[in-house]
């Protein structure tokens, strides 16, 4: 016990220096260097919801632009057409993400593994091209979103370690919650767990609210730090390719996995600013390589090879 | 005439539905006979598009050796995808196989960004500027029957080999029993790499097609992934005259479409259509699905 209780003093303390370094980068003074720290946790915090669907809900979802269109979207218009402030879009963004994706699973929650998929994806291409036909939201000239140029690269990088943070915990607290038992429940064996009690309708579609949610309000801050809005890149596929190949290279089904992932990704990406279609490539050539070849990703077979955990969503008895 | 439209946009539906077959088949044969999901099977077809459109303009201006030889590589690239790649992670359940075409398909669609950058491109041919039948209420374009007449033929042919030949019934028993196929002395394995080959094949037709009809992009390979999967969604797969109906209707949705609220809604309906379907038959109008 007392063992116990020291390794998580010391887990406790050395997230909290984390936190604190990180708190500090602005100081450092360098706005390369925390705008790559801002994209890193505006990153993870999409990795974390697209491995909360398909490493632990097991829905495999390519639509997840859907709602990081929807939240730019909202922040856009509620600041540029309303002339309101920008948390009210943000907040706007999350609230209308979370709405569309309790309307469309009706529909989307019949269907079943690869046309789930393939539906979510097609979902978002439609909202493209009707995005591109609405007057309302300027047909595909989009918006210039003037809001964000009054706001500092710092104040925009506090927003992301907050998303970035708060959808680390939001996932942790989760996994170790009776819906992330109920999840893992699901992950073992579906038929079983429905015989023990688990409403998996229901336990799914939480994670898909949650999700949207997350998603929306990440979006809406990755589009205070873009300034730009057009339908054909708030809906793009690039945003869940992204997303998947993190979670991939990162570890499926791990919560360390998106953090590792979206650290790649987003370094690589950088590195390779130039080129931005080399980055894709070698991104793509590494997440096969990696499913061919450690399919639990980075995370998972360090963990496998020498038990190496950070945070454990197991309860320790 | 505008009254006379309508006829025009159900006529032309109707052909663009051949078209949209055969953007089809080859995913719908994966589909049926290994239980796979293609997600790169958009961004092959285009690749087949820039391939043929690098041969005819660079090479050789005779544009059937052109799609001679693309048909060839793609037939060496299915084969070595499916070998190599996929047959690896098949056994491992779907998610796998499917993230690893997706890796396929961003990889296809950047390799072809760098190379030919976002510009359009398109396939020159006179067919484009050609009505076979003009009368006072509808024209036919060359184009679209050549293309409806090519799909035809396609999906015979396809018919024939997986009907009448022996590597035919070797597929049809591996997409019934593999293990039963395996116990009769099919290598399994083997038959998905030649499927893979063949859809390579129509992927390929479908490319020139493609090239000759419409304007392409680097990333227009999406929108004929969700057209190949919308007509194997909608025929029901395994079944080829379910596939020439799915592409039918979906062109039919399209055209339709956008005779009735404009062109800018065009591929809107078409989804719409098809989520539509997607929610109400899951398993496609004809035929029944068979998930592994």
């Known amino acids: 016990m007392g063992s116990i209780n020291w390794r998580l003093t010391l887990k406790i303390s050395s997230l909290a220096v984390l936190l604190a370094i990180f708190c500090a980068v602005p100081l450092w003074n360098k706005e390369y260097i925390t705008m790559v720290f801002m994209l890193i946790f505006l990153y993870m915090s999409l990795g974390h919801m697209w491995n909360l669907l398909a490493g632990y809900a097991g829905l495999v979802s390519l639509g997840q632009q859907i ?57 978002a291409e439609a909202l493209g091209v009707f995005f591109s036909n609405w007057s309302y939201v300027r047909y595909a000239r989009g918006f210039n979103i003037t809001v964000s140029y009054r706001m500092s690269t710092t104040e925009v990088y506090y927003l992301a370690l907050a998303v970035g943070v708060a959808s680390m915990a939001l996932v942790y607290v989760l996994l170790r919650s009776k819906l992330g038992l109920a999840l893992m429940a699901m992950r073992d064996n579906e038929s079983a767990a429905e015989t023990m009690g688990i ?27 873009i300034a730009f809005i057009s339908p054909s890149a708030a809906f793009g596929i690039d945003w869940t390719v992204a997303m998947v190949f993190m979670v991939i290279i990162g570890g499926i089904g791990t919560i360390e996995g998106p953090i590792i992932g979206a650290v790649f990704f987003v370094l690589i990406k950088q590195f390779l600013y130039d080129y931005p279609g080399i980055s894709l490539i070698i991104l793509g050539v590494l997440a096969i390589v990696i499913i061919l070849v450690a399919p639990k990703g980075i995370v998972g077979t360090l963990n496998d090879r020498y038990g190496w955990e950070l945070l454990s969503p197991r309860r320790r008895g | 005439m505008p009254e006379y439209a309508i006829i025009q946009s159900i006529l032309n539906g109707i052909l663009l539905g051949g078209l949209y077959a055969i953007v089809g088949i080859g995913m719908s044969m994966v589909f049926g006979i290994m239980g796979l999901t293609n997600l790169a099977h958009g961004d092959m077809i285009i690749l087949s598009t820039f391939l043929c459109i690098f041969f005819v303009t660079q090479l050789i201006p005779n544009i059937f050796l052109a799609l001679i030889i693309t048909i060839l590589i793609m037939m060496a690239l299915g084969f070595l995808i499916q070998n190599f790649l996929v047959n690896r992670v098949l056994d491992k359940g779907g998610e796998p196989a499917l993230l690893v075409t997706f890796g396929v398909s961003i990889f296809i669609q950047n390799v072809l960004l760098m190379i030919f950058g ?72 083997r038959i998905y790499s030649y499927t893979m080959c063949l859809a390579m094949v129509s992927a390929a037709i479908a490319g020139l097609l493609i090239g000759m009809t419409f304007i392409s992009y680097p990333s227009t390979g999406t929108q004929y992934l969700i057209i190949a999967f919308g007509v194997v969604v909608i025929g029901g797969m395994g079944s080829l005259i379910g596939t020439l109906l799915g592409g039918i209707i979906l062109g039919l949705a399209q055209l339709l479409g956008a ?17 539509i379907i997607l929610t109400v038959r899951p398993q496609g109008l004809l035929g029944t699905a068979i998930r592994k």
């Open chain 1, 199 to 225: 409403e998996l309708y229901k336990t799914k579609l939480k994670c898909f609210l949650i999700a949207a949610f997350v998603t929306g309000i990440t979006g809406g801050v990755l589009y205070l730090y």
């Open chain 2, 118 to 189: 976002a510009d359009a491109q398109v396939v020159h041919t006179q067919l484009a500027a050609i009505n076979i039948i003009t009368t006072k209420f509808f024209s036919v374009s060359a184009l679209y029957l050549f293309n409806f007449i090519v799909a035809l033929l396609v999906i015979g042919v396809l018919h024939c080999i997986v009907y009448y030949t022996y590597f035919g019934r070797s597929i049809r028993a591996t997409s019934d029993n593999v293990v039963a196929a395996e116990l009769m002395g099919v290598s399994t394995k």
């Open chain 2, 259 to 275: 005779y009735f609220f404009g062109a800018g809604y065009q591929a809107l309906t078409g989804y719409i259509v098809l989520l």
């Open chain 1, 67 to 123: 709602f990081i269109g929807i939240g730019g979207y909202s922040l856009a218009v509620i600041t540029e057409l309303y002339q309101l402030p920008w948390a009210v879009g943000l907040a706007i963004g999350g609230l209308l993400a979370v709405i569309f994706a309790m309307v469309i699973s009706q529909p989307i929650f019949k269907m079943r593994g690869v046309y789930f998929t393939i539906g979510t994806w097609i979902v």
